[in-house]
T-cell receptor
């Protein structure tokens, strides 16, 4: 069954600290993996996209990694800011084009 | 939101009434999608369109219909609303070819069916 599992479900960190969010998937055939950020009351916004051959991709303080062998991805946030408080969604695309969404990790950054 | 607007943004309706949600895009993207988002679930695809008058079902299409008469507009209709259709509905459009496509999401419509 094609699934995307994210952990933790929720996370609280202090402003300025780093954190890492995890994504495990059992999707095939694999095309690419994206991380989206969803602010409360808004639609998801793409942070990164990685294909099978890419191990790491950065977008400012966000760094995503992909291990296609173990089917795991992580999103590392450096020097967190209050504006990082949001849900982070891992999305895996199948080669046929349809997307499999994870349930998201809700991150709260406290001052 | 990549030129995507949704209307209405909030709606309260009664069970059994028809409801139409509108998605409008200004980017001339070929592909458009309707999703619903519920607590404890990832975004789930309702219907999608790959061109004017070309639509297909997603994984949770029962009770919903769609229409696309123009590139820029994609309508989602709940034929007879039920309480289980209380949700947040997101429209998305797609840019790019196979392997690098990114979906851009609208701001969402929050629907409450009483």
């Amino acid at each position: 069954k094609n699934q995307v599992e994210q952990s933790p479900q929720s996370l609280i960190i202090l402003e300025g600290k780093n954190c890492t969010l995890q994504c495990n998937y059992t999707v095939s055939p694999f095309s690419n993996l994206r991380w989206y950020k969803q602010d409360t009351g808004r639609g998801p916004v793409s942070l990164t996209i990685m294909t099978f051959s890419e191990n790491t991709k950065s977008n400012g303080r966000y760094t995503a990694t992909l291990d296609a062998d173990t089917k795991q991805s992580s999103l590392h946030i450096t020097a967190s800011q209050l504006s990082d408080s949001a849900s982070y969604i891992c999305v895996v695309s199948r080669s046929q084009g349809n997307l499999i969404f994870g349930k998201g990790t809700k991150l709260s950054v406290k001052p | 939101d990549a030129g995507i607007t949704q209307s209405p943004r909030h709606k309260v309706t009664e069970t059994g009434t028809p409801v139409t949600l509108r998605c409008h895009q200004t980017e001339n993207h070929r592909y458009m999608y309707w999703y619903r988002q519920d607590p404890g679930h990832g975004l789930r695809l309702i219907h999608y369109s790959y061109g004017v008058k070309d639509t297909d079902k997603g994984e949770v299409s029962d009770g919903y219909s769609v229409s696309r008469s123009k590139t820029e507009d994609f309508l989602l209709t709940l034929e007879s609303a039920t309480s289980s259709q209380t949700s947040v509905y997101f429209c998305a459009t797609r840019l790019g070819g196979q392997g690098q496509e990114t979906q851009y999401f609208g701001p969402g419509t929050r629907l409450l069916v009483l």
